[in-house]
């Protein structure tokens, strides 16, 4: 192409807005000049702190709000988390399939922003972004998930609930003292076991109403050293080493005639006379 009319990329599709201009359109469907100004910003929650959090954006909140009606709309569930807990895979939902993109771009600067990543060096699996929903009154004997340390190397939560579909819930962080409680497209930010800022972390149960949650776990990709392959083809000789074996050959067989002759001429038993024609 002469120009450029459309480009897919990981946060979403490029277009050329009238004028020349390239604008991009988000997964939520808002189109923002010159890049996606519509992803939340991260910041530290204390002083010095590897645990980040963001208010929410329009965008972050229309596409929150887009994940959310799809995740209502089924009651399947596609995976179970380590501790049980029922998992959707985002990526069967068709109708996420560019909020998804979206958002684990937007995830993957962020991680990159915030611990200094390069963003080729990370990996999400195939079920990731995931989905989960708590529902209190489908599962009241739910009491959260202990303290525990994912075992990712960057994990990223994007709220699909208000914080007024729900009573109780957050995620806790003992050595920070800290309750991080999100509402509609905010989003939190920490790592795993695979990170050298681990963050140990607990889910506390909701008392009321239904929490959703959209996550993505991020690991760092692995370049393994592939092995040397054998040249199995024999070396070619220069013509003086062809020349060079020959006349070892040559030798060795003059040898080997020579030794047979003195043989014969010790055991004349060996030899057998061949009769003469008559």
């Excluded at 990170?195 to 959209?214: D, K, T, V």
Aim: hydrophobic share 30%; charged share 25%.
């Amino acid at each position: 192409m002469g120009e450029l009319e459309a480009e897919t990329e990981t946060l979403g599709t490029v277009e050329l807005a009238p004028g020349g201009q390239i604008s991009r359109r988000c997964g939520c469907g808002a189109v923002e000049p010159d890049a996606c100004l519509g992803r939340p910003s991260m910041a530290p929650r204390s002083t010095g702190a590897k645990v980040y959090s963001s208010g929410s954006t329009p965008c972050s909140r229309a596409l929150a709000s887009q994940v959310r009606e799809s995740a209502l709309q089924t009651s399947r569930v596609h995976g179970r988390s380590t501790t049980g807990t029922p998992w959707i895979f985002a990526r069967r939902l068709k109708a996420t399939k560019e909020a998804n993109e979206t958002f684990l771009g937007w995830c993957r600067e962020w991680i990159s922003e915030s611990y200094g990543v390069e963003i080729g060096a990370l990996h999400a699996a195939r079920t990731e972004p995931h989905i989960v929903k708590y529902n209190h009154e489908l599962h009241a004997g739910f009491k959260g998930i202990g303290t525990h340390q994912d075992g990712s190397f960057a994990t990223v939560v994007m709220a699909l609930s208000e914080a007024s579909d729900y009573r109780g819930g957050g995620t806790y962080f003992p050595h920070l003292g800290d309750t991080v409680e999100l509402a509609l497209g905010e989003v939190l930010l920490f790592q795993g076991q695979c990170g050298p800022y681990s963050a140990p972390h607990r889910a506390q149960p909701i008392s009321a109403g239904r929490r959703l949650l959209y996550l993505a776990f991020f690991s760092l990709k692995t370049t393994k050293a592939r092995p040397k392959k054998k040249n199995r083809r024999p070396k070619a000789k220069s013509e003086a080493e062809g020349e060079e074996t020959d006349i070892q050959h040559t030798a060795q067989e003059r040898g080997r005639c020579a030794s047979a002759r003195r043989a014969n001429t010790r055991h004349p038993r060996r030899v057998h006379p061949v009769p003469l024609e008559r």
